[in-house]
DNA sequence: CGGTATAACCTGTCTAGACTGGTGCCTGAA
DNA sequence: TTCAGGCACCAGTCTAGACAGGTTATACCG
């Protein structure tokens, strides 16, 4: 046993998420019993891989017939900042993107208010059309300020861009943002592949770095159907 | 008995909840062994009801040591549980109701699972349209256990249900919740006074009372252009 | 052919133990 | 007085069953 053993109920988790990932919504994946016999495991140990899943949203399970595939929704939680790549790490899928754009320009009022910048500063600004495991589910705007044009340099296609600013020593820390739903133009739908007029999420944050200082500027527009988010709110 | 058709593990659930609300963060709860003699239930029983809380963020469970209340992860500050009339209130605006239904009903199985009910329970069930200054904004489902059933009195279109519930002991906490966005089917378009396919916001929140018990499952579906959720977020 | 009873499955809930690795306190020896 | 060992306790992991309540397919009966 050179290799560090696993709890066997993560071995069942491994398994059920490749089974996730190699089938679609509503297929039914193996049964707890049929699970404990494969991994010589007690069924117990294989509810306790499944619950996790269940809680995750990947499946759901019905008494009396089995356990299926869940409807992919992306479940943000909006108690934590992630990036997108992160969000969809988390959810088992790759991310990628197309980029729309990237360049340096001259900022917006509301930008460089944002972002507290010297009025008529150039900002980086970089647009991309976000993917999940290849499909479009989101049009992302981001403004950085001029210090952070390096990223530019980066694989924006394939990387995180907050990993980049990372390496630039910009740690993303936190950030407030708004939530609104709109119809999809003829640009976004185009993007997304949607029909005009479909809903869609739009978050606006602003980011600000370890030291508090405002570092990027945000909107993304997400599919309104395949996107949740989590909020926790307490009095 | 209601009492006796709940699941074991929901009882334990419901104790800790009340323990954590009464207690400060780092603070011990029981143990696993003791909560099972407590109960009379085996520890794996527990470990359910623990776990789950754990999921949630309540708890924190060290091995060796013990189990421990957790610090609470959102900003209380930016995150509020608000009313709706309360949300109007902060933006200078009138808010009213008419009421489209109010009834006790049979619940949903989602129903009674999120609300911790038992099997075939009924529930009151409030179905409002919110205004601004008279103007329709929102569409309100409301689901309470039927020991609430008293809101029922109370003057549905001027009044607060949240300030209704507090009076009946009941005061809403804190709530998890979800955001999508869809687009107006008929009938919401016809209570909006919007096009239909106009892009809603559309927020699903579990509310918890001050022990922690589940207290209301909403629906509320906002013109998506007019509202504008405000969140923060920390990695 | 249509309806019903039954058996086979499925998940949910639960038990009463077991062993592990870790923590922290208390006691006794140096 | 200090420190090491032992012991009680803690949560994590896991077993091998059990029953309940729901679903579904099949086989049988009218």
Redesign the interface.
Known sequence: MTRKSIPRHQAVERHLRSRIANLRPGDAVESDSELSALFNVSR?TVRQAAQRLV?EGLIYRVPGVGTFVAEPKV?RD????RSFTEEMARRGAVAGSRVLSAELRAGTADELAALHLAPRSTVTHVRRLRLADGRPVAIENVVLPMSCSAVLNEDLEHSSLHEALRTLGEI????????????AGAEDAELLQVEP?????VEE?LIVNQNGQPLEKTQTR?L??E?????????
């Open positions: 117990m809680d479940h909006m108690a934590r900042l993303p820390t936190s950030a407030t943002g708004t939530l609104v739903a709109v119809n007029g479909a809903a869609l999420l944050r997400y309104g159907d996107f949740v988010f989590h909020v926790t709110l307490a009095r």
